[in-house]
């Protein structure tokens, strides 16, 4: 099977709103790179919920 996606995920803090900075890679069906997509999600716990508060990213 053919890799078409790459996804990396690191965690910036261990704070009760953490930071994630992630990484997507898109690739063609003959394996060469389609674009990558840096973004940076803060995700919050609201009545026992975690969920996206704010999405900022950009593509190289």
Excluded: N
Excluded at 6 to 12: G, Q, V
Excluded at 13 to 28: D, E, G, H, K, V
Excluded at 35 to 57: A, C, I, N, P, Q
């Amino acid at each position: 099977m053919q890799k078409r996606l790459s996804i990396t995920s690191t965690r910036c803090s261990t704070s009760s709103t953490p930071p994630r900075a992630t990484q997507l890679t898109r690739f063609r069906k003959d394996g060469s790179k389609l674009g990558v997509y840096e973004s940076l999600y803060v995700l919050t716990k609201e009545d026992g919920r975690w969920g996206v508060k704010l999405r900022s990213s950009y593509a190289e």
